[in-house]
Nanobody, 124 residues
Framework: QLQLVESGGGLVQPGGSLRLSCAAFGFTLDYYTIAWFRQAPGKEREGVSCISSSGGNTNYADSVKGRFTISRDNAKNTVYLQMNSLRPEDTGIYYC?????????????????WGQGTQVTVSS
């Protein structure tokens, strides 16, 4: 069974950091573009960042550029999202998703496999 499992979410104060992990089970991530999306209460799901299968190309939403870094370790079948300088507006459920493409799309409709999400709350 193909499965993506996110971890690393939690409660953090503004200015703090978290590292999210997305582990794949039942398939190898080597040939997939992986993205992180987030959804805040009452808002639509938005693309945060994505990384190509080789790791050579990345894409970021303007709101997180310079603060978030996406990376992948294909040997561990895992993708990471390092989040620094967190803000209250970063609060939401963070999902990872996989797409069998060479491109780095940021639209949810381009991704066929999804994890269950991990909650990130930024609050003092």
């Amino acid at each position: 069974q193909l499965q993506l499992v996110e971890s690393g979410g939690g409660l953090v104060q503004p200015g703090g950091s978290l590292r999210l992990s997305c582990a794949a089970f039942g398939f190898t991530l080597d040939y997939y573009t992986i993205a992180w999306f987030r959804q805040a209460p009452g808002k639509e799901r938005e693309g945060v960042s994505c990384i190509s299968s080789s790791g050579g190309n990345t894409n970021y939403a303007d709101s997180v550029k310079g603060r978030f870094t996406i990376s992948r370790d294909n040997a561990k079948n895992t993708v990471y999202l390092q989040m620094n300088s967190l803000r209250p507006e970063d609060t939401g459920i963070y999902y990872c998703a996989a797409a069998g493409t060479y491109y780095i799309p940021m639209q949810a409709r381009d991704y066929g496999y999804w994890g269950q999400g991990t909650q990130v709350t930024v609050s003092s």
